[in-house]
Nanobody, 122 residues
Framework: QVQLVESGGGLVQVGGSLTLSCAASGLTFSNYAMGWFRQAPGKERQFVAYIIYNGGRTSYTGAVKGRFTISRDNVKNTVSLQMNNLQPEDTATYYC???????????????WGRGTQVTVSS
C-alpha cells in the first residue's frame, strides 16, 4: 500500500520559513517524479514544484520561484520543500504527489498525500 505522509506544516509569521517533508512508502521511490501542490480555502489545487526521479531537474510555479526549494533523498525516500520569505498568499494545505512519469508531475499523479496545513500570519 502506497503512503505519502507530509509533515512540517504550521503557523509562521510573514517573512518566516518552514520546511515540509513527505515520507513515501510502498513504492519504488526512485522511479517517481515527486511534487508539491497547495490548495487554499475556496480555491483549486495548484502546482507548486516538482523534482524528477533522480533529482536532476526541478520546476517551480512563478509565485514561489526564488523562495521555495524542492529536494529529494532517494535513500530515505523523502522529498522536502524548503519555503523562505513566506507570505500570506502562501497559506494553504500542501500536498505531496508521486508521478510514475518520472520526468514530470502532472495534475493527475499516481498518488497523493493527505496534506499539511501552512498558515502565514501578518
Amino acid at each position: 500500500q502506497v503512503q505519502l505522509v507530509e509533515s512540517g506544516g504550521g503557523l509562521v509569521q510573514v517573512g518566516g520559513s518552514l520546511t515540509l517533508s513527505c515520507a513515501a512508502s510502498g513504492l519504488t521511490f526512485s522511479n517517481y517524479a515527486m511534487g508539491w501542490f497547495r490548495q487554499a480555502p475556496g480555491k483549486e489545487r495548484q502546482f507548486v514544484a516538482y523534482i524528477i526521479y533522480n533529482g536532476g531537474r526541478t520546476s517551480y510555479t512563478g509565485a514561489v520561484k526564488g523562495r521555495f526549494t524542492i529536494s529529494r533523498d532517494n535513500v530515505k525516500n523523502t522529498v522536502s520543500l524548503q519555503m523562505n520569505n513566506l507570505q500570506p498568499e502562501d497559506t494553504a494545505t500542501y500536498y505531496c504527489a508521486a508521478d510514475s512519469r518520472r520526468l514530470i508531475v502532472t495534475t493527475t499523479p499516481n498518488y497523493w498525500g493527505r496534506g499539511t496545513q501552512v498558515t502565514v500570519s501578518s
